[in-house]
Structures are given as C-alpha cells and as structure tokens.
C-alpha cells in the first residue's frame, strides 16, 4: 500500500454533538441526522444498561438489539460479533471506555457506522480513530475508524462517577510529555511531526489544567471543557494521522504497569502519574502538573493508586520495553533501577 505514504490521511469523526436533554431526545436527533432507527444497534454496559439506558431511552429505541459489554477482550468481541444481526448499518457505543472501545472495533470490523455515546469522560477514546483491546497480558491499541457521530450529554457525563472524570483529566494533561516527546522523535529520529496537531493537543492540555479545580469539584462548564478537551485529542490524532500527540512515555509507562504490576488502576489515572514522572525527564514543570492533578481529585502518588512502589519502579525501567519503535524520553535516557528510584522519589510519586 505504497499510496498511503504519498498522501497525509485525516481520518475525523463527521458529526459532533455537545448539549443537554441529548439521550432523552436520541430519536429526534438520529432522524435529523437520516440515521433509521429500525438499522441501529446498541453496545452498553451492564450498569449503563439498568442505571441510563433502560431509563432514558424511549421504548422504541430499547426494543432494539441490545449487546452488553462487559469486557474490552478478544474473547468478548469475538462472542458479540456472532450474535450481530445483518441488517445492522450503524452501531451505537452507549457507555464508558470499554463499551466504546469494543463497540468501534467491532463496526470497523464489519464494516458498520459508528456512534459515540460516552457516559464518562474517563479517556480520549470518545471520538478518536483507536480502539484499545486487550489480549491475555495487555491492551493493544488499534487503528479503525473514528466515529460517524459524537454525542455527548452533558447532563450524563456530569454525573458521572468522581473517580472516572479525575481520570479524564490525567489523560488530557498527558498530552504535555506525549507532544514532548512527539517533538523529541522528531528532532532526534526524523519522525513526521505535525504542528498543528500537536498544538491542538496542547490546547487541550492547557484549558484542562485551567479548570482542574472547578472539574474536581463537579462543575458543569469545567466538565464540558474536559468532554471537549477529550474529543479534540481525538481529532489531534486524526489529523496527525497516528496517536503520537496523545500517547508518549506517560502511556508507556501506564502499559507497563498492565503488564508487570500486581494491581491497576484506570487508564487515565496511571497515565496521569506517568505524566508527572515523565515531564520531570523532560525537565518540564512537573509540580505544576501535579497539582492541577490534585486540583481534580486524581491520583498523583503510589498510594493513590494503590499500587506497590516496586511495581511503581519497575514500570519506569521497563516502559520503554512495551514499544521499542515509538522513541520517547525514556528511549533516550540510561534507565537504571536507581535512576527510576531517584525520578520516582523526586517527584513525591513514591
Ligand atoms: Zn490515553
């Protein structure tokens, strides 16, 4: 496929909807975007399920095919995608993360439209061209499609557990090491770098830190920033054409906790520890990033997590490990066992 190096691909989700009163009018608003309901399909989880879905939606949207996520595995995708009927043209993703992320793999797979109805502003997969599916050992992120259509309820995504809006925000302000480390490859490696889509991720990066504080303290206009924050690294990365403005060394290092640590926490919030180690390498403000984290409620330490320090300490060695292709700042660097320690202790992570 040697056409795709001859061209730069943007791949960006076609329609965006931010508002209230969104899920309770879904009919109105798939028949203004010539969506038939009688050719749609529901992806949710099984908590989304009794606590939104089967009390928001209208009975004509309910009575249609209904497939319960509870896993963002091969085993699970490979079970859903037996029962999908064939006379399915769009597939709604109605849920957290993992919901999301199997149903978009599973569209693209068949070949099927795309609808993002995220529940949680828990991670950047809202509306970017990834999904993240994990094997027996780890998650692997693929490239599919974006999706057709975002919808976000703001009266949803507000009430959505503390814990998954603090994460969130480690992962919009994971884009400060990921985009430094973008440029790095770039500088160091010749890698494609593109400006806009870095400084779109940036973007991001900086209003999320600006209303940390009001995001922690469950503010609606500080939750919409975050929402927006997370599609637009989504539509970063499609514009870059790959994940590089919004996963570097923080992301590395998350991976590597999946991996070699005895516990986990989510996603955003490893990433967003990872963020504080790694824009200490990078020799960045890391105490500004750690306390726009505490300003939100995430984690910023070991204990937050919940996870051992030696695990902590490991995932700093053997993070490089998990992408040896994708160079970052732990790439460049000498990480020995008392260097991990040192950057570990330093920035009050351990
Ligand atoms: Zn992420």
Redesign the pocket.
């Known amino acids: 496929m040697t056409i795709d190096r001859k061209f730069h691909w943007m791949d960006l989700p076609y329609h965006i909807l931010i508002g209230k009163e969104l899920i309770s009018n879904l009919s109105s608003i798939l028949d203004k975007l010539n969506i038939p309901i009688d050719e749609i399909s529901f992806f949710t989880g099984p908590n989304i399920y009794t606590k939104i879905f089967s009390r928001y939606l209208s009975k004509e949207l309910i009575s249609r095919p209904t497939y319960i996520v509870n896993e963002a595995t091969w085993r699970q995708i490979e079970v859903l995608e037996r029962k999908l009927y064939d006379d399915i043209r769009f597939i709604i993703g109605f849920g957290g993360g993992k919901t999301i992320d199997v149903a978009k793999f599973i569209a693209f797979r068949n070949k099927i439209e795309f609808i993002s109805i995220p529940t949680a502003p828990s991670?950047?997969?809202i509306a970017s061209q990834f999904a993240?599916i994990k094997d027996k050992h780890r998650a692997y992120s693929y490239k599919v499609k974006p999706p057709y259509v975002v919808l976000v309820d703001l009266d949803i995504i507000v009430k959505a557990p503390k814990r998954l809006i603090s994460s969130g925000v480690?992962?919009a302000l994971?884009k400060f090491t990921a985009v430094a480390d973008w440029r790095l490859a770039h500088e160091e490696k010749g890698e494609y770098y593109g400006e806009y889509a870095a400084n779109l991720a940036l973007l991001g990066a900086r209003l999320v830190s600006k209303y940390s504080r009001g995001i922690g303290e469950g503010d609606e206009e500080s939750i919409r920033t975050l929402v927006e924050a997370l599609i637009s690294?989504g539509v970063a990365a499609g514009i870059a054409g790959s994940?590089r403005p919004?996963?570097g060394s923080e992301?590395l290092f998350?991976h590597a906790l999946d991996l070699y640590a005895s516990k986990h926490a989510l996603?955003?919030e490893q990433?967003g520890v990872g963020t504080i180690l790694m824009s200490y390498l990078h020799d960045m403000d890391w105490r500004y990033i750690r306390q726009r984290l505490s300003d939100a409620g995430s984690p910023i330490n070991y204990k937050d997590l919940g996870i051992p320090k030696d695990d902590i300490i490991n995932a700093i060695i053997y993070a490089k490990r998990v992408r040896p292709e994708r160079y970052t700042i732990l790439h460049k660097l000498n990480i020995t066992r008392s260097y991990a320690v040192e950057i570990a202790e330093k920035t009050m992570v351990i």
């Open positions: 991670h950047d997969g993240s480690g992962d994971a690294d994940s919004c996963s992301h998350s996603h955003g990433v």
